[in-house]
């Protein structure tokens, strides 16, 4: 079945296979760094992507429930070599080690933010609350969200 979306901002056109994942297309025909699919469930939240803005695990949605809809990766976001406000203040914050989980996790703030720019910390506690993260644990990444919403601020 031929899909179409929006990608990053951009239309693609994919041939996906039936009971195809997202996360499965997306590894497939971009061979997209979408971290995670260690659970498979939805359950760690490393797969997240903004499907029209919500946090969605990847490793979980059929892909044909994304036609005509507007998909964002990390690599939509930034990268290493243009990264976002967001990745900088999360490596700034010390809330970022092995990287396993953060692209979700960057994913999901991107979405809070994107839905209400000035959260409360129960906001960002549950914008996080999808995530399995081992490392850092999450008070940093709660303070890293809290310095990203103070430094917009300061901007406006």
Same mark, same amino acid.
């Given at each position: 079945m031929i899909i179409n979306? +929006?990608? #990053?901002? &951009? &239309?693609?056109n994919y041939d996906a %296979? !039936?009971?195809? *994942?997202?996360f499965e /297309? /997306? @590894? @497939? %025909?971009?061979h997209y760094e979408v971290k995670g699919n260690n659970c498979k469930t939805g359950e760690c939240g490393a797969c997240n992507v903004l499907i029209d803005d919500k946090p969605i695990p990847s490793? *979980?949605?059929?892909v044909g429930k994304? +036609?005509?809809k507007k998909v964002t990766t990390i690599k939509g976001i930034g990268d290493i070599d243009k990264p976002d406000l967001i990745q900088k203040t999360f490596v700034e914050e010390g809330? +970022?080690?092995?990287?396993y989980c953060i692209p979700g996790i960057i994913i999901s703030v991107e979405g809070l933010? @994107?839905? #209400? !720019?000035?959260p409360t910390k129960d906001d960002i506690k549950e914008s996080l609350s999808s995530h399995i993260c081992r490392c850092t644990g999450y008070i940093q990444q709660i303070v890293a969200v809290e310095k990203v919403i103070k430094k917009i601020k300061e901007v406006k």
């Open positions: 979306f +929006i990608l #990053n901002g &951009e &239309e693609v %296979y !039936p009971g195809e *994942t997202l /297309l /997306l @590894r @497939r %025909y971009l490793c *979980t949605l059929l994304v +036609i005509g809330a +970022i080690q092995c990287g933010l @994107r839905k #209400n !720019p000035d």
